[in-house]
């Protein structure tokens, strides 16, 4: 047994002091959420997982309250998201979208879009559709998909494409806060939460606790994260904080 197990907490510890926080194991499995099968996530076309991606970029260090706002005219500038219609627009066009009011006005993240329809193209050809990709994806290598997405997206790293995956419904886990701050008290992990190294001893622990309880890793990580910090109320929506 890795060192790393033998200092693995039970989970059932974990949920037990979940139930604690949040009065009852109903409240706390109901807020635990479920996730869609691979099947409907294989379904999703490739122009919701463009703006899946987008709307991730755009909140990243910004007012979610405010994108969402502007979300219809996003959907409105960009043709929905229309894979090839990305691609075929010419240098002047993607200038021109960059300064329409009806969205926010950001050069930079707006170029993401045209680079992250490329990612989408390339894989789909390959593999039928990008959804087929990611359901495709093991969850417990999860980490290795979030890996994918930093080197062949555009700023797809960090948070931003794990939070547009559980929004799509993939299952995963989240370094939240109060995640990240769990497994630093346990010594698990003890260098940067977004290294190799650590989000590898992270996705074992995720895997022994699946293969433990059978709960799904987001289950997993969201009733993590109910039980540890000032965590003793339900999700606070719009938040990192919270998993």
């Known amino acids: 047994m890795s060192e790393f197990l033998k200092k693995l907490e039970p ?3 974990i949920l037990a002091r979940a139930i604690e926080r949040k009065g009852s194991k109903e409240i706390v499995m109901d807020m635990a959420g479920d996730i869609f099968d691979a099947d409907e996530i294989a379904s999703l076309s ?12 755009f ?3 910004f007012v979610w309250r405010v994108v969402e706002q502007k979300w219809s005219g996003f959907e409105e500038v960009f043709f929905n998201f229309d ?7 010419s240098d002047e066009m993607w200038e021109q979208k960059c300064k329409d009011e009806r969205i926010i006005r950001n050069g930079n993240k707006v170029m993401t879009i045209k680079a992250n329809a490329q990612m989408i193209y390339e894989v789909s050809a390959e593999h039928g559709s990008f959804g087929k990709f990611i359901a495709n994806w093991p969850c417990d290598d999860i980490i290795g998909l979030w890996q994918f997405l930093k080197k062949h997206g555009a700023r ?5 494409g794990p939070y547009a995956l559980r929004f799509m419904g993939k299952d995963g886990f989240l370094i939240s806060r109060d995640n990240e701050a769990y497994f630093r008290a346990y010594k698990l992990v003890d260098g940067g939460i977004s290294s190799k190294k650590s989000q590898t001893v992270i996705q074992q622990c995720f895997n022994a606790w ?3 309880t059978g709960l799904t ?6 009733i993590l994260s ?3 910090g000032d965590n003793f109320v339900g999700i606070e929506a719009g938040t990192n904080t919270i998993d």
């Open 11 to 13: 989970f059932d510890r």
């Open 46 to 57: 490739d122009d919701r997982w463009l703006a899946a991606f987008t709307k991730q970029v």
């Open 59 to 61: 909140q990243s260090g």
């Open 83 to 89: 894979i090839e219609k990305m691609l075929m627009m």
């Open 156 to 160: 797809l790293g960090g948070n931003t």
């Open 210 to 212: 699946h293969e433990s």
């Open 217 to 222: 890793y987001k289950q997993l990580s969201r």
């Open 226 to 228: 109910f039980s540890v």
